[in-house]
């Protein structure tokens, strides 16, 4: 998608923090973290919502997922983490390309909104 924030950074029109990359996908640190680490895992093919994900996008979904545990030490993911996949407006979705939040490097307590 020309006019998509994610899209631009993954074909390098817009510098990003990139602490991984490979065919499916690329993490980067998040500009507005909300934990001492916070990255985003964005899928290079572009969809908004998981309720859109064809049987392909979920296959690439699943490879991203199992993706990440790979890189605990990279990403400082040791004492646990949490993933977070905001769907549309009232989620707080503001980037309409499917990503994963990955948040780590603290004590994370539930508090709904």
Request: with cysteine; glycine share 6%.
């Amino acid at each position: 998608m020309k006019d998509c924030l994610f899209c631009k950074i993954i074909a390098g029109e817009i510098p990003a923090t990139k602490m991984y990359e490979d065919a499916d996908m690329i993490i980067i640190k998040d500009i507005d973290p909300k934990a001492k680490n916070h990255f985003l895992c964005i899928p290079k093919r572009h969809f908004k919502l998981l309720a859109e994900m064809s049987e392909d996008d979920a296959v690439l979904v699943s490879r991203c997922l199992k993706k990440i545990p790979t890189l605990e030490k990279e990403l400082g993911l040791e004492n646990g983490y949490r993933l977070v996949i905001n769907q549309g407006d009232d989620a707080g979705q503001t980037v309409f390309h499917l990503h994963i939040h990955i948040l780590s490097g603290q004590k994370m307590g539930w508090t709904p909104a």
